[in-house]
């Protein structure tokens, strides 16, 4: 009878100790960010101008095509490289999904989700310069 009792408390501690483990945290990028809404309607200057600004900017001056300084960009963008009122074949949105052969810009990494899709709205609302 003793012997049963150790050998049930020897399985019994063998199975605690093989139950032991470590969770592996994984950290997902704009994991938790919740999607910004797209806007009934997007502006160019006040929300697609602005995402220019902070990421293109530094390479798309000046000799650089499409120039996207404020004050031509939207003529520059709308000569090849979006076609209004659609986003798949607009050079532009291809870019920055780095789809068709088209390389990725901004080249230092993907946008988030929410700042692609603002694009793509404001192409398939018609790429108006407003």
Do not use: R
């Not at 602005?50 to 120039?67: A, Q």
């Not at 986003?87 to 052969?101: E, F, P, Q, R, V």
């Not at 390389?103 to 990494?109: E, I, Y």
């Amino acid at each position: 009878m003793k012997n049963k009792i150790q050998k049930v408390l020897m399985g019994c501690f063998s199975l605690l100790l093989l139950s032991c483990y470590y969770d592996e945290v994984v950290i997902i990028p704009d994991a938790g960010t919740p999607e910004e809404p797209i806007p009934d309607v997007i502006s160019f200057k006040d929300n697609i101008q602005p995402l220019f600004n902070e990421s293109c900017i530094s390479c798309h001056k000046g000799s650089t095509d499409p120039v996207l300084e404020a004050n031509v960009s939207y003529d520059n963008l709308l000569n090849g490289y979006v076609v209004k009122g659609d986003a798949n074949a607009s050079i532009l949105y291809k870019a920055l999904l780095n789809i068709d052969g088209i390389p990725l810009m901004p080249p230092d990494g993907k946008w988030s989700d929410s700042k692609i899709n603002l694009v793509k709205g404001w192409i398939e609302q018609g790429a108006l310069d407003n």
